[in-house]
């Protein structure tokens, strides 16, 4: 497969050109651009190059360029991208300031007119501050109306053009033929408060792809560049894309494995929550496999390369977030659709207007006049807010609330979930274990958490520092250890005022003789209701059972229940085993389970789940779910979960409560309604404006008076959504 880097896109049409082109050159079996992520992939036959790929793409007007193959490349790469889009922004924001102090003047002119007070600037004025916001502001759209046309295709940027070109020139022509007396009413404010409210628009896509761009980039972070390869008794810092097969790497504690492979030396537990999701370290010794990207806790390890570079398995989740995102095709592009048939027909009936106007033997101001009406009126000035004004609105509401919505595809998407998927931990549970049960042998259950939270006071385990927790909360007083000792896989053992005291699980207490019959009995029951279980031995004895469970959020079944109201099925999709997410799942009324499911799994269960003709919403929080959450129809993410998570999703959860969920849902509902109601009405304009103007009816002040009107319906429809509430506080 071939990735290349394509620069110059600017809306679905433009993806959808190059996408065309690809796929219809001989030798390409599929094509799919990434228009966030500015990507293309393709595959071949193996008969074309490269090269080859990118001439075809730059025939379209775009440039294009192959992506580094290496790791250390690629990185480079994205940082590269990342900063140049961070510029691209910045000078959209910059030129949106001046492009607004250039328009204030006509626009204070223009509302000041109803009030008989004669603000407007003097003609020439006026056409110089348009003109600079038609030239500086303009140039980008008259680039990318340039680049469909040559195509053969019509977008937004054609709509703009046509619009804001015409405005300005009629205007220009007015001015000129009445010097130097008053040219009278111009249009010089109209184009340049079009140009103006788009690029607010183009400002909005510049950060959404900014977004979407270090998703992929968060997910990189998380592999080193460098790893100390073992060389006889040294060692030496390289590159990983130097490093082969084979190869053993030397893993300092707390630092993050380089590669995937297998230990050969060391035991040590590693986290793995940012893969995995699941909140437990994992215990690794000689023999076990490990994952790069993964946490080394506090021993050192030595291992060898089994997976490097796109072979390892943060490559392919890497991989599966790209192609997820990239095969998506959103059903928001109605305006894109709609200009494609729009933009020719408008200039069919300006001809037609002008030709049956000199036909009946008009002069030239009025054929003039009733063609530029025509163009004016259909002017996509209130298409250009329909959406925008939507979009700020619902969203503004909704950040609120604590909801974070990316952008306009994930709204459209998000309206009609109607299946939400729930991954398990830190999204219906804490995340993190809590002591849920003691059961000491003497009934002393103060004395049994003190002596267990002692012996683990050294210890950073999840679960040690679960019951150093609860000692604190009881307020008992805690003596530090001697002698401690963590044997991986089992627990710990230490010595508190002479005693020897083992803390761990069954395999531990047969390793250490000590008669774990009752302690198994017990363990057996906290484990069938999916809790974690830790036996506690004093001098040789065992005198209790700690029993730990990843606590289920407070908010669970009530999010649960009203998605059910809002017609959204509930499932759970966990990495984690089938007792323990059943427990949970029973706990908060939810019926349908899927549980020991491996990330790459996850993205295809969701896959499988909208085969099935849903729609679906995934809601995680871990670097596990990212795959998850791009192939779902709507990721949601919570947001005290891992940033790629977040920046994979669609929309982020503020709060870390799931029954923001169906808030995010309503909200993106109430959303997309009034972007539909927008858009109609902003045709409705069109369709009784245009054939008005093209009888001579309505003239160019007029149609630029109903495009006002049209604006102003638009954004006061759209400001209705300031009154949506949330119903989680």
Known sequence: MTRLAIAGMTCAACSARVEKVLARTPGVTRATVNLPLE??????????????????????GFTA????????????????????????EKATLYLLIAA???????????????????????????????????????????????????????????????????????????????????????????????????????LLEARAKRATTAAIRALSDLRPLTAHRIIGETTETVAVDALFPGD???VKPGERLPVDGTVVEGTSDLDESLLTGESMPVAKSVGDAV??????????????????????????????????????????????????VFVPVVVAIAGLTALGWWLMGADADTILATSVAVLVIACPCALGLATPTALVAGTGAAARAGILIRDIDTLERAHGVDTAVFDKTGTLTEGAPQVTDIRAFDRNDDRLLRIAASVQLPSEHPLARAMVSAAE?????????????????????????????????????????????????????????????????V?????????????????????????????????????????????IARQIGLTRVIAGVPPEGKAETVAALAGEGRCV??????????????????????GSGADVAMETAGITLMRPRPDLVADAILVSRATVRKIRQNLFWAFVYNVVGIPLAALGLLTPAFAGAAMALSSVSVVTNAALLRRWKAAAR
């Not at 293309?40 to 730059?58: F, K, N």
């Not at 395999?507 to 000590?514: F, V």
């Not at 079944?557 to 109201?565: D, I, N, P």
């Open 248 to 250: 053993r790497v030397l």
């Open 539 to 583: 001098a040789g004895r065992a005198v209790g059972v700690i029993a730990m469970a990843d606590a289920v959020r407070a908010e669970s079944a009530q999010a649960l229940k009203r998605l059910a109201e809002a017609g959204v099925e509930s499932v759970m999709l966990t990495g984690d085993t089938d007792a323990v997410a059943k427990a």
């Open 100 to 202: 607004a102090i250039a328009t204030a003047p006509m626009v204070i002119g223009m509302v000041a007119q109803p009030f008989d007070r004669d603000w407007m600037p003097p003609a020439l004025l006026q056409a110089a501050l348009a003109g600079f916001v038609q030239i500086f502001v303009g140039a980008r759209f008259y680039a990318g109306a340039v680049r469909a046309l040559r195509t053969g295709g019509a977008n937004m940027d054609v709509l703009v053009v046509l619009g804001t070109t015409a405005a300005f020139a009629y205007s220009l022509y007015l001015t000129a033929n009445a010097w130097p007396a008053d040219p009278g009413h111009l249009y010089f404010e109209a184009s340049a408060v079009i140009l103006t409210l788009i690029l607010v628009g183009k």
């Open 65 to 88: 360029r192959e992506t580094a193959s290496s790791w250390q490349g690629e990185h480079e790469r994205q940082q590269a991208a990342e900063a140049a889009a961070l510029r691209a």
């Open 39 to 60: 990507t293309a992939l393709i595959e071949t036959d193996g008969s074309l190059t490269a090269a080859d790929l990118v001439r075809r793409v730059e025939a379209t």
């Open 291 to 340: 994952i790069g990207g993964t946490i080394n806790g506090a021993g050192a390890l030595i291992v060898e390369a089994t997976a490097l570079g796109a072979d390892s398995r943060l490559a392919a989740i890497i991989r599966l977030v790209e192609t997820a995102q990239a095969v998506k095709a959103p059903v928001q592009k109605l305006v894109d659709r709609v200009s494609a």
């Open 473 to 537: 909360a009881r307020g008992l007083a805690l003596t530090r250890p001697t002698g401690f000792t963590a044997v991986p896989g089992q627990g710990i053992v230490a010595e508190i005022a002479g005693e020897t005291v083992l803390i761990g699980n069954a395999r531990m207490m047969q390793a250490q003789g000590i008669d774990g019959f009752l302690a198994g009995q017990i363990a057996r029951e906290f484990e069938a209701a999916g809790k974690t279980c830790a036996t506690v031995a």
């Open 617 to 638: 919403a995934m809601i995680g929080d871990g670097v596990n779910d990212a795959p998850a959450l791009a192939a779902a129809d709507v990721g949601i993410a919570m």
